[in-house]
Structure formats: structure tokens, C-alpha cells
């Protein structure tokens, strides 16, 4: 079975311009996850979906982040405008169901972002 | 506060030998505990998923214990090779509406040949 796609891989932006990732989450899989992850740290929950329904948002910083999960499929990331503590690893996973009842959770190879 | 901490930061160890990850949460009330594997440049991966019944669990030379009364978890790892030069990371769910994941800093292992 196709893994968790993720792109760009990697981007190089000067702050305070914009950003968008992309993932395509595993066929069938109701859950989708964007963590980031700053390099020695553990990930960290942006945002989680339930097919196109958001379930936790508390960690998104939403005045410069934004996510949409359109038709419960396809998800995009949005960063406007970038600040420098931003450059991290942004990682997407996806999971049957909740990950937190139990179920695995698949997690793409990671977006590489680098502001300047 | 719901934490999950884990020892130690790094570890450094020779091909062959065996070592032990320690991971000490407080999420309360608590659901399953995993262990994931993140290697350079890529997304984690799932070695074990315990729940509050289960007190061992292996996947292949990782074995995963976990003491639900004093809160502790552990990752053996069995004569090391050098592709499990990796983070560990650990992940604690906690009980409750989706069951939040709470995920540790990670150990990172270096195994030399």
C-alpha cells in the first residue's frame, strides 16, 4: 500500500513571505495529523482532522497558520507570514481512526522548512 | 501536567551490545503507550502499542515493558545493529474525547561499529 506523500520535501523562504505543504494522507484513512517538529524535539500537534472535520486546533498558532482537509482526502498546510522560529520539520501522518484509541499512525517523510 | 519524559537524551553504544530506553509519564488518565523509530530525514515509524493490561511487548529485538502503577516504560533493544541509529520517541495517549497523543523529546541512539 502507498505511504503518507508529502511535498515540497524541502523549502528555503525569507520570513515574512508565504508557504503552503501539501500531504496525501493513506487511502481510506478517516484521520490526518500536521505536527511540526523542531530539530531535538519530539513532534508537536498543529492540527488534527476526522475525515474534513477539525478535531484539536489548540496548538496552531492561527494567526499566521492555516489547514484545510477538502473532500476528507488531500490536506494543505498554510504559513503566512513566515517568522524565523518557524524552520522545522513539518511532518503529516494519517490513521484509520483516531490514533489515540489505538490505531496505527502512518507518518510521511516530512517537509524541511528553512526561513531566512 | 500531562508530560512524557524520557532517558536518556542521547546514547552512544558499540554494534552488538543490548540498551535500554527509559520513558516516565504523568498523562493521567491514561490509554495506551507506543514507541516510535525516527530515523535521519524521515517521518516515525510504530514498533509497539501497549495498552494498560499488557506489561510486554516485542518487535523483533525491541521490546517494549510498561508499569502502569509507577508510571514507567522501557525499550530494550537487543544486540544492536548500526541501522538502529535512530531517535526513540515515546508517545503516551490519554484517555478522555479523541484521546490526545503526548509525545516525548525522544532518545537518540547512535550505535558505532
Known amino acids: 500500500e502507498a505511504g503518507v506523500a508529502q511535498s515540497p520535501r524541502y523549502k528555503i523562504i525569507e520570513k515574512r513571505q508565504s508557504v503552503a505543504f501539501w500531504c496525501n494522507p493513506i487511502s481510506g484513512h478517516a484521520t490526518l495529523y500536521w505536527y511540526q517538529q523542531i530539530l531535538g524535539q519530539g513532534p508537536k500537534l498543529l492540527i488534527q482532522f476526522q475525515n474534513n472535520g477539525v478535531v484539536d486546533d489548540s496548538q496552531l498558532p492561527k494567526d499566521r497558520f492555516s489547514a484545510e482537509r477538502l473532500k476528507g482526502v488531500d490536506s494543505t498546510l498554510k504559513i503566512q507570514p513566515a517568522k524565523l522560529e518557524d524552520s522545522a520539520v513539518y511532518l503529516c501522518a494519517s490513521s484509520l481512526g483516531l490514533a489515540g484509541l489505538g490505531e496505527t499512525q502512518y507518518f510521511g517523510p516530512g517537509t524541511r522548512l528553512l526561513v531566512l | 501536567k500531562n508530560q512524557v519524559e524520557q532517558s536518556p537524551q542521547s546514547l552512544i553504544i558499540l554494534e552488538g551490545k543490548n540498551c535500554t530506553l527509559q520513558?516516565?509519564?504523568?498523562?493521567?488518565?491514561?490509554?495506551?503507550l507506543r514507541w516510535y523509530k525516527q530515523d535521519t530525514g524521515r517521518g516515525p515509524v510504530s514498533l509497539t502499542i501497549m495498552t494498560f493490561s499488557e506489561n510486554t511487548k516485542s518487535n523483533g529485538r525491541y521490546t517494549a515493558t510498561l508499569d502502569a502503577d509507577t508510571k514507567q516504560s522501557s525499550l530494550h533493544i537487543t544486540a544492536s545493529q548500526l541501522s538502529d541509529s535512530a531517535s526513540y520517541i515515546c508517545?503516551?495517549?490519554?484517555?478522555?474525547?479523541?484521546?490526545?497523543?503526548?509525545f516525548g523529546a525522544g532518545t537518540r541512539l547512535a550505535v558505532h561499529p
Open positions: 520513558c516516565n509519564y504523568t498523562v493521567s488518565p491514561f490509554s495506551n
Open positions: 508517545v503516551v495517549s490519554r484517555s478522555g474525547g479523541y484521546n490526545k497523543l503526548i
